[in-house]
T-cell receptor
């Protein structure tokens, strides 16, 4: 049972435009959400996170939105750059700061930013 | 440099031949975990450890063993590997009680069992 779902396996965006990556979850106990970015031949790296007490968190070009009632979060990248081309995983944890520590990951979305 | 180091990076082995993938972290993290990444399935947790001598099963523990005798090391043991364990494996660590900055992942071990 996939508790965290990324329904778009791939996304292609032009450089300079907005990239929107989506993630849905089914477990209402999840309280803390993270996005990871993964380049080929490397491990995932932490990008941005959000606690369920917020609906938005911003860090430079990256913004994560959380709609708790819809059990949906999204990652916005503005403007998109070629270096953003990677696989993006969303992840969720129980506990407002992820104190339970276990991360449940989605299946990933391959983002390609074209020139 | 703060990091999680996995070895080997690539491994091809035969069915039934015991192997160990090592994982070491230099950040004094209490929590360590192993994940496997498979196409269409994302990252799934195999085992985790909250601290030395404290380990527990994740979502897909069958066919794997772990140990945590020292805080920095968390090896993954496949006693009798089978082809369905062909996968990309990641070790990760973090401080217990907070995920503010998420896990730190190793670079991965690509395992092929023939």
């Amino acid at each position: 049972d996939q508790q965290v779902k990324q329904n778009s396996p791939s996304l292609s965006v032009q450089e300079g435009r907005i990239s929107i990556l989506n993630c849905d979850y089914t477990n209402s106990m999840f309280d803390y959400f993270l996005w990871y970015k993964k380049y080929p031949a490397e491990g995932p790296t932490f990008l941005i996170s959000i606690s369920s007490i917020k609906d938005k968190n911003e860090d430079g070009r990256f913004t994560v939105f959380l709609n708790k009632s819809a059990k949906h979060l999204s990652l916005h990248i503005v403007p998109s750059q070629p270096g953003d081309s990677a696989v993006y995983f969303c992840a969720a944890s129980v506990g407002l700061t992820g104190g339970g520590n276990k991360l449940t990951f989605g299946t990933g979305t391959q983002l390609k930013v074209e020139l | 440099e703060a990091q999680v180091t996995q070895n080997p990076r690539y491994l091809i082995t035969v069915t039934g031949k015991k192997l160990t993938v090592t994982c070491s972290q230099n950040m004094n993290h209490e929590y360590m975990s192993w994940y496997r990444q498979d196409p269409g399935l994302g990252l799934r947790q195999i085992y985790y450890s909250m601290n030395v001598e404290v380990t527990d099963k994740g979502d897909v523990p069958e066919g794997y063993k772990v140990s945590r005798k020292e805080k920095r090391n968390f090896p993954l043991i496949l006693e009798s590997p089978s082809p369905n364990q062909t996968s990309l494996y990641f070790c990760a660590s973090t401080r217990t009680g907070t995920l503010n900055y998420g896990y730190t992942f190793g670079s991965g071990t690509r395992l092929t069992v023939v």
